[in-house]
């Protein structure tokens, strides 16, 4: 038969093992405490003062579960559990684009020139803007060719948008700027428009105008450190469009073909890509490409097919359906393999380089050099 009871000497053995956990608990977090107060230049208070650090020791005497969140300097500490339990007390972020763009995240929209990028970026804005503020940054168009997007070509009348929504252009008469100096300045009126509009979605068209070269690792990685920093610091919801350098049309889309793909995808909470349908020149596909907070609904087997439509006085990318993307590349033949190999050594014969060629013909380096030896 099993025990019902413990002995005397198994209580007293468990509350001599509880006790050893709680010192060496103790004693674990205050080596950690000791350390960070060493490495703190204490003229410097910014970081862990003394007063932290009391309030260090005390976080380890105390239970991680219920003891409110400490901050120390830049940094937050919580339990696991803390971390569920406060999670859980949030809202269910909503969907701003169906699966492709949720509350809270930062998202790239990009695709190929003429692809409908701003089309359906405005469509975006227009929607969330019943019900929130929204800032579109827009660095590509002039009022003029905007006019003519949202102007009914029969009756002339122009599009009614929601009051919430605001356009946001370069003023050029605030002075000049380098190409060098003009991100940082563009960077920093984003936050006070933020500020005073009280905006709780931002859109920029497009991440160019506030990274003179984002195809650099260490530029786009910045970059993206300053827009997640604003994205916490004012809890933003924020949609980047990106273009993609000249890719391969018979191949699917990928993170590779975001110019800077790998420093920026890693600080992305989403991406989706719009692609050409080989097929029609005027239907558009529309797929997943990074996905952190739902199920990867839209990838290769499942994209949006739409086609560029303006019904009345809005221009629109108009919803058809769904299909799967390999339907919608570009097929290549023999001959077309044989005319870009030929390309491609007429290209290295004038100096080119082999990144050089790949990154202008949208190839892998490796697939350049393997057609080049042919």
């Given at each position: 038969?099993?025990?019902?009871?413990?002995?005397?000497?198994?209580?007293?053995?468990?509350?001599?093992?509880?006790?050893?956990?709680?010192?060496?608990?103790?004693?674990?977090?205050?080596?950690?405490?000791?350390?960070?107060?060493?490495?703190?230049?204490?003229?410097?208070?910014?970081?862990?003062?003394?007063?932290?650090?009391?309030?260090?020791?005390?976080?380890?005497?105390?239970?991680?579960?219920?003891?409110?969140?400490?901050?120390?300097?830049?940094?937050?500490?919580?339990?696991?559990?803390?971390?569920?339990?406060?999670?859980?007390?949030?809202?269910?972020?909503?969907?701003?684009?169906?699966?492709?763009?949720?509350?809270?995240?930062?998202?790239?929209?990009?695709?190929?020139?003429?692809?409908?990028?701003?089309?359906?970026?405005?469509?975006?804005?227009?929607?969330?803007?019943?019900?929130?503020?929204?800032?579109?940054?827009?660095?590509?168009?002039?009022?003029?060719?905007?006019?003519?997007?949202?102007?009914?070509?029969?009756?002339?009348?122009?599009?009614?948008?929601?009051?919430?929504?605001?356009?946001?252009?370069?003023?050029?008469?605030?002075?000049?700027?380098?190409?060098?100096?003009?991100?940082?300045?563009?960077?920093?009126?984003?936050?006070?428009?933020?500020?005073?509009?009280?905006?709780?979605?931002?859109?920029?068209?497009?991440?160019?105008?506030?990274?003179?070269?984002?195809?650099?690792?260490?530029?786009?990685?910045?970059?993206?450190?300053?827009?997640?920093?604003?994205?916490?610091?004012?809890?933003?919801?924020?949609?980047?469009?990106?273009?993609?350098?000249?890719?391969?049309?018979?191949?699917?889309?990928?993170?590779?073909?975001?110019?800077?793909?790998?420093?920026?995808?890693?600080?992305?909470?989403?991406?989706?890509?719009?692609?050409?349908?080989?097929?029609?020149?005027?239907?558009?596909?529309?797929?997943?490409?990074?996905?952190?907070?739902?199920?990867?609904?839209?990838?290769?087997?499942?994209?949006?097919?739409?086609?560029?439509?303006?019904?009345?006085?809005?221009?629109?990318?108009?919803?058809?359906?769904?299909?799967?993307?390999?339907?919608?590349?570009?097929?290549?033949?023999?001959?077309?393999?044989?005319?870009?190999?030929?390309?491609?050594?007429?290209?290295?014969?004038?100096?080119?380089?082999?990144?050089?060629?790949a990154a202008e013909l949208g190839m892998s380096?490796?697939?350049?050099?393997?057609?080049?030896?042919?």
């Open positions: 038969m099993k025990k019902k009871y413990k002995t005397a000497v198994e209580v007293q053995n468990l509350a001599e093992r509880r006790e050893t956990r709680k010192r060496e608990s103790r004693e674990s977090c205050s080596q950690v405490t000791n350390q960070m107060a060493k490495e703190v230049d204490t003229s410097k208070e910014e970081f862990v003062s003394t007063s932290e650090t009391e309030i260090l020791e005390k976080f380890a005497e105390s239970s991680l579960d219920d003891y409110k969140p400490l901050d120390v300097g830049l940094l937050t500490i919580k339990s696991f559990n803390r971390v569920l339990i406060d999670a859980a007390k949030e809202k269910e972020p909503t969907k701003l684009f169906d699966e492709f763009w949720y509350e809270g995240e930062t998202c790239c929209l990009f695709a190929d020139s003429n692809a409908g990028k701003s089309i359906l970026a405005v469509q975006i804005a227009r929607n969330i803007a019943t019900s929130q503020k929204v800032l579109y940054f827009d660095f590509e168009l002039s009022e003029h060719h905007f006019l003519r997007r949202y102007t009914d070509d029969e009756t002339k009348q122009t599009y009614k948008f929601p009051k919430n929504l605001y356009r946001v252009c370069l003023n050029y008469m605030m002075g000049e700027y380098t190409v060098e100096e003009l991100p940082d300045k563009i960077m920093s009126n984003i936050k006070k428009l933020v500020r005073e509009i009280g905006a709780s979605v931002i859109i920029i068209d497009n991440l160019t105008w506030i990274a003179y070269n984002s195809r650099s690792t260490q530029m786009a990685g910045e970059l993206m450190k300053r827009l997640s920093a604003m994205k916490v610091q004012y809890n933003l919801s924020m949609l980047i469009l990106a273009h993609t350098p000249k890719r391969n049309m018979s191949k699917s889309i990928t993170q590779n073909d975001l110019g800077g793909s790998k420093m920026i995808m890693n600080f992305l909470d989403s991406a989706f890509a719009i692609g050409f349908s080989s097929k029609d020149p005027n239907i558009r596909y529309i797929k997943q490409i990074k996905v952190r907070y739902a199920e990867k609904k839209y990838g290769e087997d499942n994209v949006w097919l739409c086609e560029i439509r303006k019904v009345r006085s809005f221009l629109m990318l108009f919803k058809l359906g769904f299909g799967m993307e390999s339907e919608h590349l570009k097929k290549r033949k023999d001959g077309d393999k044989d005319a870009l190999i030929a390309k491609i050594k007429v290209m290295k014969a004038n100096g080119k380089s082999i990144r050089e060629i380096p490796a697939t350049v050099d393997r057609y080049s030896k042919k």
